[in-house]
């Protein structure tokens, strides 16, 4: 059985556009095979989206105890945040306006449940208070 899980990261100061480039190459890998491709990924952006992953597979893990062998990135997607608006100065007293843009990403990653161990059977072992006189 599959189950499926996900981590956001808000606000990540950089344009969607460069974002997406990076997040492209690691859609539909394995977690472990994903982390390796971005260590060595010479973009800025690939910092942002290894923590992500990471961050998904530790709640894959950890909250949702699935086994690490068998996560999957089923979708990671990049979408635009909000953006700050600021002006650069110009000659003759102008001032020109640009945009800081960010960016969100979204990676949700499914594998399968690890199962459960079965519990040994305990042996009743009453301690009777002996009674001293």
Do not use: C, W
């Not at 599959?2 to 969607?16: E, N, R």
């Not at 062998?69 to 002006?87: F, H, M, N, Q």
């Not at 843009?101 to 594998?111: E, L, N, Y």
Request: aromatic fraction near 2%; hydrophobic fraction near 35%.
């Amino acid at each position: 059985m599959s189950t499926q899980v996900k981590a956001i990261a808000k606000g990540i100061s950089q344009s969607p556009r460069k974002v997406s480039v990076v997040a492209s190459l690691v859609r539909g890998r394995t977690v472990e095979d994903a982390l390796v491709i971005l260590q060595h990924t010479p973009r800025r952006s690939s910092k942002a989206v290894y923590k992500v992953i990471s961050s998904a597979k530790a709640n894959a893990i950890h909250n949702n105890k699935l086994k690490e062998d068998s996560l999957v990135i089923s979708e990671i997607a990049v979408t635009a945040g909000p953006r700050i608006k600021r002006y650069r100065p110009a000659a003759h007293g102008r001032a020109l306006p640009f945009q800081r843009k960010t960016s969100h990403i979204r990676v949700i990653v499914s594998g399968e449940v690890k199962p459960k161990k079965a519990k040994p059977a305990k042996a009743s072992t009453k301690v009777t208070k002996k009674e001293s006189k």
